[in-house]
């Protein structure tokens, strides 16, 4: 008889980890089921999520990549020959030792996308490597919040939401509804059942805005005007935290003299919300204590307004009196295992590549130079932000130096996690650049359209394959994962793998001390005095919040600690800023205008179920619940159009034009929201089809341009673009 063994282990199909327990016979997975004792411990997660239902499935879908594979023919033929691990090692790690004698080590880049697993191995891997060419997608995901919110308070904060304490929700370019079926979207709904103000500020009335008792619908990009407006309200009014502003703000003067202009009638005529429902969120949030305040990628990928829109919310916050507060936000702590910045080696070796980083000259924030800075500040209270994330190299300056060598070639890639095809913006320039290099080289669970064109495609281990440890990059106290149900099925790997056994290859090895990922996790974790076995018991690592840490005394000083900023104070008017020659006040930039030729405004990507990015669409069963790509528009825009329900349209831009079908919905009119991440692993995988990659896909229609991109951080624009559209 075999022996079924059930085992505590994690679903990894979002950054969530939700706890499974897998039935495991034969060191095969054959079931799994929801884990209720481990992290996050809500049965109401995991019975709302069609995901992890498929873990099963996955293990053996019929398009994962099992061996290591080499290219045999021409560049994206679809040709493979199975090879092994350490043949395929071996040739990476000498093409790469060749491509640095000749060009130096930045002519290495790495492409990581959304935290599908743990990036730090990479990170250590380029840092002894000596390359800075790491890219993501930080500049218009996290980092914006991120730097923002450290240069206005000396660290990154986390909205709260209490039960029964929490008074106001305001949530700002975010659906949880689609993004995010945690235990947070799972408390706002209970939060507006009990009738609780929600506001909601989105120029679709999701199924997050559809919750709210005041929905803002604003005009896409105009949101800097609309949280000015609703300072200038609360300042004018005096609903502001006078005890907090006095005490623990700097600038509150320059402030008031600031949104003295952003009267609710010019802000209802740039962005589209009436002054009334403006002075109703105003007072809703200055008036109900705590109040909660979330932002998403609405506001993340406004191009030049992303910074300005930051820090209007942040000092909304802050003289609402809702910093550090419960039920408000907190102002996380540093970590108590080691911190990604250590893992990662980037402290100890930055100098020997942060010289060659791309467009530093520019980049005020997200650069070695910007990262120095900060660190000044967080230092004040021994804290470190990680660096890679918030230096890692524009996206766009990347591909051009693939492409044209300047202003030094780029001529290998190694792509772990992300499909760029997909997910970066502009897909001719990315599909160009590809094209152009020496080795590219894909870390990956399934074939992409990113992998069909590279020179080696290695298998990784994915779900229930490998332990897990997720942090928030170091910024919070704060760890989760768990243990791997079974082997790694075929010849598949952990990552952390890859980059020891290449490290190994090239001179790394007193770098690599640990035996195996799992190894390297207990190490981390030690620091903290608990064990692997103790910490996947419970699949979570974390300690009681503490609040209102800036009254703490300082017992060297006799005076509370405050915060770690320029002025030891709340930043309304930022000093720091001020000194790089930055505005000190959130100032509003001029909108990427609609033309007569491109008359509407286009937003490309916001999320929905049962997809993520360009994840899951060769899976039949999520395949079956969400089959094609729409385009979003009002009923009075399809009206205007002569479009109905269903009709197939192309959305054209400036860079492309791309299908999708028309679906009726609530929202701003002259506003087209498409889908991203579509493409069709159905269709043969090889040139010049790729998967169907030049069908729908949204970023065919987007540009990441650097010169035109915000020059603190390189944000560019995903938001408001200016379209057009077309019946097929
Ligand atoms: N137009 C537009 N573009 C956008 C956005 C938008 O809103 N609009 N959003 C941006 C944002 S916020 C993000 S975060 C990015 C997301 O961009 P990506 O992270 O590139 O998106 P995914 O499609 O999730 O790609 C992840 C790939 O990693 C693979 N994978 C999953 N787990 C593992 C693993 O453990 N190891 C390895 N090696 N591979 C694994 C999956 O099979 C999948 O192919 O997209 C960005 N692009
Ligand atoms: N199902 C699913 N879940 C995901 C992902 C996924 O791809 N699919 N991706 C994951 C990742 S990588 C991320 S970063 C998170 C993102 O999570 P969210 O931030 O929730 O993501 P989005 O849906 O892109 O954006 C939120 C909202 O911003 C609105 N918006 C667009 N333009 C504007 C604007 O100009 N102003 C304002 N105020 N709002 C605007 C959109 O209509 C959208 O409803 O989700 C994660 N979860
Ligand atoms: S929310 Fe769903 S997809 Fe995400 S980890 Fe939990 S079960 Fe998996
Ligand atoms: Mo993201």
Not at 124 to 148: K, T
Not at 373 to 379: E, F, G, N, P, V
């Amino acid at each position: 008889m075999t022996k079924v063994k059930y085992i505590p282990t994690n679903c990894r199909f979002c950054g969530y980890q939700c706890g499974l327990i897998a039935q495991v016979e034969q060191d095969r997975a054959v079931a799994v089921e929801p884990d209720p004792t481990r992290y996050p411990g809500e049965e109401r997660v995991m019975r709302g999520c069609r995901r992890w239902r498929q873990a099963v499935e996955v293990m053996d879908h019929p398009q994962r990549v099992n061996y290591p594979l080499k290219r045999v023919g021409e560049r994206g033929s679809g040709k493979w020959q199975r090879i092994s691990w350490e043949q395929a090692l071996d040739e990476i790690a000498a093409k790469l030792n060749d491509l640095k004698v000749q060009y130096g080590p930045e002519t290495l880049a790495t492409s990581i996308g959304a935290p599908h697993t743990s990036y730090w191995p990479l990170h250590r891997f380029m840092a002894l490597f000596g390359s800075p060419n790491n890219m993501g997608i930080g500049q218009i995901c996290w980092n914006p919040g991120i730097l923002i919110n450290t240069l206005t308070f000396g660290w990154p904060i986390d909205m709260e939401l209490v039960p029964n304490h929490t008074a106001c929700v305001l949530l700002w370019g975010v659906n949880p509804a689609e993004s995010d079926n945690s235990l947070l979207w799972h408390t706002i709904c209970e939060f507006s059942r009990e009738g609780n103000p929600l506001i909601v500020v989105d120029p679709r009335r999701t199924r997050t805005a559809e919750r709210a008792t005041l929905w803002l619908p604003v005009r896409p990009g105009t949101d800097a005007y609309l949280a000015l407006g609703i300072l200038h309200v609360i300042i004018a009014e005096g609903w502001y935290d006078k005890t907090f502003v006095k005490t623990r703000c700097h600038g509150f003067d320059y402030l008031v003299e600031h949104v003295q202009s952003y009267e609710p009638s010019l802000v209802e005529s740039i962005t589209g919300v009436e002054a009334d429902k403006i002075i109703e969120a105003a007072r809703i949030f200055s008036q109900s204590t705590p109040a909660s305040l979330l932002s998403g990628r609405g506001i993340d990928q406004l191009g030049k307004n992303s910074v300005p829109t930051h820090r209007a919310l942040a000092i909304l916050r802050a003289i609402t009196g809702n910093i550090d507060m419960p039920g408000a936000s907190h102002l996380n702590e540093m970590p108590d295992f080691i911190p990604e910045i250590d893992l990662e080696l980037s402290e100890q070796f930055f100098i020997t590549y942060c010289e060659k980083q791309l467009g530093k000259d520019r980049l005020v924030l997200q650069s070695y130079q910007g990262y120095e800075r900060m660190r000044k500040l967080t230092a004040q209270h021994a804290k470190r932000l990680p660096m890679r994330y918030l230096t890692s190299a524009h996206p766009n300056l990347v591909w051009q130096a693939m492409i044209t060598g300047k202003p030094y070639p780029i001529r290998s890639l190694i792509v772990m996690a992300s499909n760029p095809l997909l997910t970066q913006a502009d897909t001719h320039l990315v599909y160009k650049a590809l094209q152009s290099l020496d080795l590219l080289v894909v870390l990956e669970l399934f074939q992409t359209p990113t992998s069909m064109l590279a020179d080696y495609v290695l298998p990784s281990a994915g779900i229930l394959e490998r332990p897990l440890m997720e942090t928030k990059a170091g910024t919070a106290n704060l760890a989760y994962g768990g243990q791997q149900a079974v082997h790694p099925y075929y010849e598949r790997r952990p990552d952390f793998d890859f980059w020891k056994g290449l490290g190994m290859r090239l001179g790394q090895e007193e770098y690599w001390p640990w035996e195996s990922f799992r190894e390297s996790l207990e190490a981390c974790l030690s620091p903290a005095g608990i064990t692997w076995e103790e910490f996947c018991e419970t699949g979570v690592y974390d300690q009681p919040n503490r609040y209102i840490k800036h009254e703490e005394v300082n017992p060297l000083t006799g005076k509370p600690v405050g915060f770690a900023t320029s002025s030891g104070k709340v930043e309304l008017y930022s000093e720091f800023l001020a000194e790089l020659g930055c505005d000190p006040l959130p100032n509003p930039q001029p909108l990427i205008e609609i033309s007569k030729e491109y008359p509407l405004q286009l937003i490309s990507g916001a999320r929905f179920q049962p997809y993520y990015a360009s994840s899951f669409r060769q899976l039949n069963t999520l395949r079956a619940v969400h089959p094609e790509p729409w385009a979003e528009m009002s009923a009075v825009t399809a009206k205007k159009l002569g479009l109905e329900e269903g009709y197939p349209i192309w959305v054209e831009t400036e860079r492309g034009k791309a299908r999708f079908k028309v679906k009726i919905a609530q929202m701003r009119d002259e506003v087209i929201s498409v889908e991203y991440g579509w493409w069709y692993p159905e269709i043969p995988g090889a040139e010049p089809i790729l998967g169907g990659l030049w069908i729908s896909n949204a970023n065919i229609l987007t540009d990441g341009d650097f010169d035109s991109s915000d020059s603190l951080i390189g944000t560019w624009t995903y938001n408001g673009l200016p379209c057009r559209v077309r019946k097929v």
